[in-house]
């Protein structure tokens, strides 16, 4: 019994060093394509229907606690405008700085610039302007190639704060 049991210890022991070894670790150097659901809120809102749409990120970290940030986002609502469709087209450009908390976890802020394209609506006139942006946030690895992340946004664009 006693050898059975030393055994099946010895077992977990080399297999928690092994996954030890497969263990998540966060990186700023990617890329990310992926799909967007977007929902509308205020006058905008009440103008236009949910969207469907897709994002496009890069990430470059040149140092350990320094990155380069570009994102492109696209979003398509049902909404019709007169007999054209509507579309919302925003692009960041931004840097960031960050901290790992034992490796699996990491806080970050990032700043920079901000374009925001959205169609006139209801009482919400056209924007097509350039702005500033900055959002902290906290990510945390899953497992290898997968994490997920809260953060804050706070965008200031044409005097309005979106």
């Known amino acids: 019994m006693k050898k059975t ?5 010895l077992f977990a022991l080399i297999s928690s060093a092994a996954i030890a070894q497969e263990s998540p670790t966060l990186t700023h150097s990617y890329f990310d394509l992926g799909y967007e659901r977007v929902f509308y809120s205020g006058a905008l809102g009440a103008a236009l229907e949910d969207a469907n749409g897709f994002n496009l990120e890069l990430s470059a970290a040149p140092t350990e606690h320094f990155f380069l940030l570009g994102e492109y986002h696209f979003a398509s609502p049902d909404t019709v405008i007169g007999n054209d469709s509507v579309n919302t087209q925003d692009l960041r450009l931004g840097l960031g700085l960050n901290t790992l908390l034992g490796g699996v976890a990491d806080i970050y ?5 901000r374009y925001l394209e959205l169609p006139a609506a209801s009482d919400w006139n056209r924007l097509d302007e350039w702005g500033f942006y900055f959002e902290p946030g906290v990510r945390v690895a899953i497992i290898p190639s997968w994490e997920v992340y809260v953060s804050g946004d706070y965008t200031r664009i044409d005097e309005r704060n979106l």
């Open 5 to 9: 049991l030393l055994s099946l210890s």
């Open 109 to 113: 802020f990032q700043t920079g610039t």
